[in-house]
């Protein structure tokens, strides 16, 4: 950046801490030449500053705060509300970076507010955060400000990440249950092997032991002397399972399985197309074109196959086709699906029917999450049960053996 008299300046980060008109302690970050720019700006914001210090690491390298859904639902309502009551964006975003608390989100609330009060757009702040804001909001609040409807489309985002948020608790509600199951499975294990096997172990010479014994034995051992190598053992496959699902052709293999599976596969697609419908039906709504929607409707979905799929379904709408024929191709989704976006185009009313089938699908996707925890919970059971029948039948042997041995002598 140069300053008055092509004098070089450089630009750098500053954490602070300040006082509002309140008395209530801020803490946040502020881009600025020097320790007085740094005072000058906290003033002209009305605040008190208290102390400040060159942040570490210098200007952009600070980590990039991501909001979460249930934030972006909170965000995009107060927004909406505040649009509606007639604020202007700029007052807007001025309110939420005083009323939220979070240093993380307030930074970038910051961020936005200084970037809009220059005049930018709403839209170019988003993007100007370095990846706080999700690439489908960004779409979204693009459509708004080319259209003038931004507290429409913000209003439409705040509907959408609720329902979103929504279907992600159901999901992580509905996990818990086979989550605690694995955790008493793993914790039983370690307890037998590591307390209740080692008690049994005299009563029976190793020799006359039978071989499920003897192997239980030995993993009793093993799990009392040696359980760090299991330990290291299990970070190790851990972390390759993490790198191998970053190398694209075990992704695209892995994100195919998850889809092709028998009986998990179709309650997976169900989800998929609860969501696809759902983010399809707000982008087009919104006014922006079928090929972007269909591009960041799949996006949202996280699966690298449906991704490679609906390449060729974009292709084929640039071309003209129809967006039911070129689902129906990929032979992905149910046909009741692609059907009732077929018929929203026979009739002209597209955004409607997708409404509609949206909000039927994502019914359909949180029964498909209660079936999939259906399957897993007598699953654990099963696990859980053969783990313990092992057990019991290397342990009987040597009670029996014990008490002949008792009535013998």
Not at 15 to 31: F, L, N, Q, R, W
Not at 201 to 224: C, H, I, T, V
């Amino acid at each position: 950046m140069l300053s008055g008299g092509g004098v070089t300046t450089t630009m750098r980060n500053y954490s602070y801490v300040a006082k509002d008109s309140t008395g209530k302690t801020i803490k946040g970050v502020i881009e600025a030449e020097d320790q007085q720019q740094v005072q000058e700006k906290i003033y002209e914001r009305g605040l008190f500053l208290i102390s400040s210090s060159e942040a570490l690491g210098g200007g952009k390298s600070n980590k990039i705060y991501k909001f979460k859904t249930k934030e972006l639902t909170f965000a995009c309502r107060q927004i909406a509300a505040m649009l509606t009551s007639g604020l202007t964006i700029v007052k807007a975003i001025d309110i939420m970076y005083k009323e939220t608390e979070k240093a993380g989100p307030k930074s970038v609330w910051l961020s936005v507010y200084e970037s809009v009060n220059k005049g930018s757009s709403f839209t170019e702040s988003l993007k100007q955060t370095g990846g706080s804001f999700p690439d489908f909001m960004i779409s979204m609040v693009d459509a708004g400000d080319r259209s003038g409807n931004l507290d429409v489309v913000v209003q439409r985002l705040s509907d959408f990440y609720d329902n979103q948020n929504k279907l992600n608790n159901t999901i992580r509600g509905a996990m818990m249950y086979p989550i605690i199951l694995g955790v008493l499975t793993i914790a039983m294990v370690i307890g037998m092997f590591t307390f209740i096997m080692p008690t049994f172990a005299g009563l029976m010479s190793e020799d006359e032991m039978p071989a499920l014994s003897r192997a239980l034995f030995s993993m009793s051992d093993f799990l009392k002397s040696k359980w760090y190598i299991l330990v290291i053992a299990v970070v190790v496959i851990f972390f390759a399972i993490r790198y191998a699902l970053k190398v694209p052709d075990i992704r695209l293999k892995y994100d195919m399985i998850r889809v092709k599976m028998p009986s998990v596969g179709p309650l997976v697609v169900k989800i998929y197309e609860g969501r696809f419908a759902r983010t399809l039906s707000s982008l087009y709504s919104s006014g922006i074109p079928m090929v972007e929607c269909l591009e960041r409707s799949s996006k949202v979905l996280g699966n690298s196959y449906v991704d490679k799929l609906f390449i060729q379904v974009v292709d084929e709408v640039k071309q003209g086709g129809t967006v039911s024929g070129s689902l129906t191709k990929t032979e992905l989704f149910e046909g009741m699906f692609c059907s009732m976006i077929y018929v929203g185009e026979e009739s002209g009313a597209l955004d409607e029917v997708l409404d509609k089938t949206a909000s039927f699908y994502e019914e359909e996707a949180n029964a498909a999450v209660d079936r999939l925890v259906t399957m897993l919970e007598p699953l654990m059971i099963i696990i859980m049960g053969v783990v313990i029948g092992l057990c019991l039948a290397g342990i009987f042997p040597l009670l029996y053996g014990g008490i002949g041995d008792l009535e013998n002598s």
